[in-house]
């Protein structure tokens, strides 16, 4: 947690933003940027899914992401493994954020927020529209990008700090 940031003391003004941020982009920066306009306090939650390879670790996401939201002192970023409900309760939330930028992802952000509502009928979940100018940007999209030498075109999806830890990251991965 950023030591700076403190959190409400009413759960319902503290918004937990899910992800596993590998890397974080621009779209996820504009959830953020925007969700701690309307709440108290933004936790960052870094999880880790099984499912994915990830090209940082948990930890360099975490460290990666605090550099960004540094700026903020509303918002602080946390890893967690467990389930998002488990993460929201233990942190003392009742609001889980969430960007959607298209329609398949409204399909499997509504499939998800009705699965949380049933973990946990007092955890709500609000939705943001992602901004026209994020609503394509992934994470998958930005490893290609950097994996294809388009690092000088990185700017456009993932904030500045990260780029060069991108590439580094990218480069260090590919066959000698």
Known sequence: ?????????????????????????????????????????????IGVNPNKAALFSIEERVALARQVVAPFPNVSVESFEELTVKFVRRIG????????????????????SLTNHRLDPTIETVFLMADGEYSHISSTLIKQIARFGGESALGRFVPQELILPIVEKMQSEQPS
């Open 1 to 45: 947690m950023n030591p700076t940031a403190s959190r409400s003391s009413d759960p319902s003004r503290t918004a937990v933003f899910t992800g596993t941020f590998d890397p974080l982009t621009l779209g996820h920066l504009d959830v953020i940027r925007r969700g701690r306009l309307l709440f108290e306090h933004v936790v960052v939650g």
């Open 93 to 112: 939330a009742r609001v889980i954020l969430r960007g959607v930028r298209t329609l398949s992802d409204m399909e499997y952000e509504f499939g998800m």
